[in-house]
């Protein structure tokens, strides 16, 4: 079961740094660490593919003062949100489709909306919110995850503790493969569950 410091100690390894017991000790690995773990889980989780376990929907609350122009609503933003996925009446159907995270067309399977500040604006009320959520639970990540946020931490520790420029890029790469083969396993997943009915079976019917 992954942890913060194991995944920090794949990141280290990667690089041939030492190891660490703790976040809170006093090394420069352990610093460095801290100074980026959080940063690269958060922009892994908003520009990687919707992973199934950040994702989460919640009915949104309604907010009033809010100047809202051509919208008829405001909502709250969940504080936990990372990056929209669609938003939708409570009990709709979800789409599938994800969405951009400032301003929805009506074509793009969900109902339009505007990220504004910390609100969400809509013509839709009650409005349901399908997103990626941050995630804090290491023992949450599924392995090819963590083996590609291992990666994406040491590009990031590469030069802070190598000064080798050779060596981030080479973590990048790294990063960047293991990143779609998780994106592909996801992918494969989803259709693997998907109501999709092949011509065989539609003759069949």
């Excluded at 942890?3 to 990141?11: G, K, P, Y």
């Excluded at 939708?88 to 979800?94: E, F, I, V």
């Excluded at 400032?102 to 399908?130: M, N």
């Amino acid at each position: 079961m992954a942890s913060t410091v194991s995944i920090c100690n794949l990141a280290l390894g990667h690089l041939g740094a030492d190891k660490i017991d703790a976040l809170t000790e006093a090394s420069t690995e352990a610093r460095a660490c801290n100074r980026f773990y959080g940063q690269t889980l958060d922009a892994l989780l908003a520009a990687g593919p919707p992973w199934r376990f950040a994702r989460h929907e919640a009915v949104l609350a309604e907010v009033t003062g809010v100047s809202v122009g051509r919208w008829a609503h405001a909502y709250a933003l969940p504080v936990d949100l990372i990056r929209v996925r669609e938003v939708r009446p409570p009990n709709g159907p979800l789409s599938g489709v994800m969405l951009p995270g400032d301003l929805t067309a009506d074509d793009a399977g969900g109902s339009p909306y505007e990220l504004f500040g910390d609100w969400l604006l809509s013509d839709l009320s009650p409005a349901t919110l399908s997103y990626i959520r941050r995630v804090d639970d290491p023992s949450k990540f599924p392995p090819l995850f963590v083996e590609t946020l291992s990666w994406h931490l040491a590009a990031r520790l590469a030069m802070p503790l190598t000064r080798d420029a050779g060596q981030r890029q080479a973590a990048f790469q790294m990063a960047l493969q293991t990143q779609a083969a998780a994106s592909a396993t996801e992918a494969n997943d989803e259709w693997s569950g998907s109501s999709f009915v092949s011509d065989y079976e539609q003759v069949r019917a």
